[in-house]
């Protein structure tokens, strides 16, 4: 089992950059599949990225591509989000995910095993 703690969200403003951390307990962190996942208000949680347990490989959602890049530190049992060139319709909570079965590219959040918390990203316009 793994515990999952997020952070780094807050207010920016459009065109501005955050990055989310994601805490994993545990020494089992390398045999996770990890990915991000967000939600805005009134909709669904959508998948926004994922890695593979190594880290050498990533997928994207279409609406994260060439702004958003995920990366993990297996020595720190750590996952990050770094956002750029942010816009108001990324404002969701956002949540990282762990997956065993190694799925990182699966856009299913009930296939996810894990999640942490949340943590809001508001951008403003």
């Known amino acids: 089992q793994v515990q999952l703690v997020e952070s780094g969200g807050g207010l920016v403003q459009t065109g501005g950059s955050l990055r989310l951390s994601c805490a994993a307990s545990g020494r089992t962190f390398s045999t996770y599949a990890m990915g991000w996942f967000r939600q805005a208000p009134g909709r669904e949680r959508e998948f926004v990225a994922g890695?593979?347990?190594?880290?050498?490989?990533?997928y994207y959602a279409d609406s994260a591509k060439g702004r958003l890049t995920i990366s993990r530190d297996n020595a720190k049992n750590t996952v990050f989000l770094q956002m750029n060139s942010l816009k108001p319709e990324d404002t969701a909570v956002y949540y990282c995910?762990?997956?065993?079965?190694?799925?990182?590219?699966?856009?299913?959040?009930?296939?996810?095993?894990?999640w942490g918390q949340g943590t809001q990203v508001t951008v403003s316009s």
């Open positions: 890695i593979s347990r190594s880290g050498g490989t990533t």
């Open positions: 995910a762990a997956k065993s079965d190694g799925g990182f590219y699966n856009h299913n959040s009930a296939s996810w095993d894990y």
